[in-house]
């Protein structure tokens, strides 16, 4: 999908971090904005720099983990630009660094409902847009622990891989529907954004409950930081060459090419 001017693009989880990444890139580039989150000063701040910058923004405060919410998102989208051509599922948190048996049941419903059933209401509540239109496509934010395992961060890893198979199956369901329907799944490194941070305001950090050693340990999984722009630009070029992954990162694609390896290996055996 081409994206050009007056497009229309929805971002979940747009106040900061890689949502205002796209926000920006997509700006720039002339196309409307709705942008939402569930922190609504952090919204407004977002819609205000953005607005300065030149851009046409709605902002819309929503939870994904609740399908009403992102289906009033939805229909506020509809009344203020009567179309939606990009549908960005990028809400997320991550969990706190453990082993699988010390994370709490607590924490995997809160990564379940908010980064799995999540991406599911936003293509609930947008897909019968872009299929009544005939074109558009979604970009739904995972991880390089959608490709492969990360250490410490089960909770997380296990969503990421499940928000990488739904987009997969989605973009084949799409355009079994029509040709211009598509999926991209974003699988980056680690990103300097405020991930952690949002993710203790949430709740899912407890960073009382979590050593520095550990922090660290996690981090330490991801290999380089990127900014939110090159991520933003990575999914963006993506979207635009009909790609269904884009894992931007210095050693993603190692970290991924070994899993296959060592999966293709295990399966020879069978």
């Known amino acids: 999908m081409r994206i050009t001017k007056d497009k229309v693009a929805v971002i979940t989880g747009g106040a900061s971090g890689i949502g205002y990444g796209l926000a920006e890139a997509l700006a720039e580039r002339g196309v409307r904005l709705v942008i939402s989150d569930i922190r609504e000063e952090g919204l407004e701040k977002a819609k205000a720099s953005l607005t300065a910058a030149g ?41 706190p660094p453990a082993p699988l048996w010390e994370q709490e049941a607590r924490i995997w419903e809160l990564m379940i409902s908010v980064k799995v059933l999540g991406v599911v209401h936003g293509v609930k509540a947008f897909a019968p847009l872009l299929i009544e239109q005939g074109t558009g496509h979604f970009l739904n934010t995972a991880s390089s622990g959608g490709l492969a395992p990360l250490p410490d961060l ?60 550990a922090m660290q340990n996690a981090a330490a999984n991801f290999g380089g930081k990127l900014s939110a722009r ?22 993603v694609a190692e970290r991924a090419q070994a899993r296959v390896t060592a999966l293709l290996a295990d399966i020879a055996e069978c």
């Open 55 to 95: 851009a046409e923004v709605t902002a819309v405060v929503a939870d994904v983990s609740d399908e009403a919410s992102v289906r009033a998102l939805a229909d506020r989208t509809v009344a203020a630009y009567g179309r939606v051509d990009l549908v960005c599922n990028n809400a997320g948190v991550v969990s």
């Open 154 to 213: 089960t909770p997380y890893t296990t969503t990421m891989h499940a928000v990488v198979g739904l987009t997969e199956t989605l973009d084949l369901e799409l355009k079994r529907v029509a040709p211009a329907l598509g999926a991209t799944v974003l699988c980056p490194g680690l990103v300097d954004t405020p991930l952690g941070q949002n993710s203790v305001a949430l709740g899912a950090i407890d960073l009382q409950a979590v050593s520095p050693a």
């Open 230 to 251: 090159q991520v933003a630009d990575s999914a963006i070029a993506a979207i635009e060459a009909g790609r269904v992954h884009v894992a931007p990162g210095g050693d």
